[in-house]
């Protein structure tokens, strides 16, 4: 089963409820991967630990376009779909655009000359970490000054296929990390704040998962400030209300210390295997209910 934990924005306790969620599981003997999707910024490991155990880089495929057989006809720039090729044909001027290009090939294929070749342009790296108790921890770590971390993604998707259980830790927000993210996960769990700002993106999350046709849950936490709105919509929509996690000192300063609550915290871990329960007999075994 892939499980993803995801939120509409960043801060709301996403990787706060994954890594702890992975912890529970693991020390109750299930076999588990926990993959780190956030590229951008990867902390998992902070929590978790692990020894690193070896890494693969990542390359994009960056079109070179070589201007003695170009013949400026357009048409690589206009079948691009992210405006990638700057071209003036009057004054043959034709550019890629680096930080753009999505990789696709695209150009490549439209160009009937033989004018576009490739060089590699590196993205980051799917770095594996083996934990002190034999579990693993797959992260994806973008380079910096890279635009898009779709590519890191799937090579940490990838990296973690045949596991049988892998907890994943999404990008923030609704965009394309998130949903590249999503894709292959058969649950994501939807952490959220109960402030204006919380529901105004747990409301775009939802918009994508339902067009994705995921079946998703929802936790509060920080539960205790902001305001009802957020049970009212859950309510309102007939959208699972998983767990709500307190808002309290104590949790943020485990946080701040890089530590697992889990870890002290017996009723709180037995209160996420009762959350992972209730999903995987749900959810899990879709191999089975076929
Ligand atoms: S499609 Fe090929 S020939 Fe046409 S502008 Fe692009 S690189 Fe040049
Ligand atoms: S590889 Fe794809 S994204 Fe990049 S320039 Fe070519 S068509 Fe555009």
Do not use: W
Request: proline share 4%; net charge neutral; charged share 25%.
């Amino acid at each position: 089963m892939k499980l993803a934990v995801a939120s509409g924005k960043g801060g709301t306790g996403k990787t706060f409820f994954a890594v702890n969620i992975f912890y529970s599981l693991i020390s109750a003997g299930k076999c588990a991967i926990l993959l780190d999707c956030d590229a951008e910024e990867p902390n998992a490991a902070l929590f978790v630990g692990g020894e690193q155990a070896g890494f693969d880089k990542v390359c994009l495929d960056i079109p070179v376009i070589d201007k003695e057989k170009c013949l400026y006809c357009s048409k690589c720039s206009e079948s691009c779909y992210y405006n990638a090729i700057f071209i003036i044909p009057t004054s043959s001027i034709i550019r890629v655009i680096e930080e753009l290009c999505h990789g696709c090939g695209v150009c490549n294929y439209v160009c009937d000359n033989d004018a576009i070749g490739k060089k590699e342009k590196p993205l980051g790296y799917v770095v594996n970490y083996v934990l002190d108790n034999g579990a693993r921890l797959i992260e994806t770590r973008m380079d910096v000054g890279v635009y898009s971390p779709v590519k890191l993604i799937r090579a940490g998707v990838a990296a973690a296929k045949g596991a049988s259980l892998v907890i994943m830790d999404s990008p923030p927000g609704s965009s394309c990390p998130f949903i590249h993210t999503v894709a292959g996960a058969d649950y994501v769990v939807l952490v959220t704040e109960p402030t204006p700002f919380g529901l105004s993106d747990l409301r775009q999350s939802i918009s994508v998962l339902r067009q994705l046709n995921k079946p998703f849950g929802v936790v509060v936490n920080k539960a205790g400030i902001g305001d009802s709105a957020i049970y009212d919509y859950l309510l309102g929509e007939d959208i699972a209300l998983l767990m709500e996690i307190p808002f309290k000192r104590e949790i943020a300063e485990y946080c701040a210390r890089g530590e697992l609550f889990a870890v002290q915290d017996i009723e709180f871990r037995k209160q996420l295997l009762a959350v992972f329960g209730k999903i995987y007999r749900n959810y899990g075994d879709r191999d089975r209910k076929r």
